[in-house]
Structures are given as structure tokens and as C-alpha cells.
């Protein structure tokens, strides 16, 4: 079983960055895909960016492509979500989860273990 906890979430202002970490732990999750999503509350949960176990390719929702960049470091078990020119509308919790395949998808039925959440304010 692996295990994810998030940080770096926060309270930013319009246009800040923050860099969200996901920290894997247990079973070894090198070789699997992983993803980040959001939930701002009365929405369902929607996908943000993903990452294959190689860090070679990457998918990512197109309201936050050329903003945000998803990257991983195995090594450290380690994946990360930079976040530029932050809006109000990105204010959800964000969630990190990994599917044990080698490529990320947009479906979050699709990813088989997910963090407990990191909340990201992002005023006007």
C-alpha cells in the first residue's frame, strides 16, 4: 500500500505561485502514474495534471495548461504541482493520486490511491 500526503497549499493572492509536494511512502511508486486534481466545494472533483512513472510525458486540463507544471522526482518518492499566475478560480483542495500504470489519465475512477488533500485559497 502507498501512502500520499500533501503540503504546500496556502492563502495567495491573484497572480502568486505555490508548489504543491506529494510525498509517497510505503510500497514502492516509481512505476506508477501520477496525477493531481481539485475540488472547490459544490464541484466534483476534477482532473489538474498528470505524469507518467518516467516523468516523460505529461497531460494536463487545458484551465491551467501553460500555468501549472506537474514533475516528479523518485528519488526523493516525491511529486510536485508548480502553480504560476494563480486565479481565484483555482481555489479548491488539491489532491495528488497514483495509478499503478505507466501513463496518467484525466479520470479520477481511473488512479487507485489518493492523498488526504492540501487546501489552496487564492483571493482577488
Known amino acids: 500500500q502507498v501512502q500520499l500526503v500533501e503540503s504546500g497549499g496556502g492563502l495567495v493572492q491573484a497572480g502568486d505561485s505555490l508548489r504543491l509536494s506529494c510525498a509517497a511512502s510505503?510500497?514502492?511508486?516509481?512505476?506508477?502514474?501520477m496525477g493531481w486534481f481539485r475540488q472547490a466545494p459544490g464541484k466534483e472533483r476534477e482532473f489538474v495534471a498528470g505524469i507518467s512513472w518516467t516523468g516523460s510525458a505529461t497531460i494536463y486540463a487545458d484551465s491551467v495548461k501553460g500555468r501549472f507544471t506537474i514533475s516528479r522526482d523518485n528519488a526523493k518518492n516525491t511529486v510536485y504541482l508548480q502553480m504560476n499566475s494563480l486565479k481565484p478560480e483555482d481555489t479548491a483542495v488539491y489532491y495528488c493520486?497514483?495509478?499503478?500504470?505507466?501513463?496518467?489519465?484525466?479520470?479520477?475512477?481511473?488512479?487507485?490511491?489518493w492523498g488526504q488533500g492540501t487546501q489552496v485559497t487564492v483571493s482577488s
Open positions: 493520486a497514483g495509478r499503478r500504470s505507466f501513463a496518467a489519465t484525466m479520470a479520477t475512477r481511473e488512479y487507485d490511491y
Open positions: 510505503g510500497r514502492t511508486y516509481s512505476n506508477h502514474a
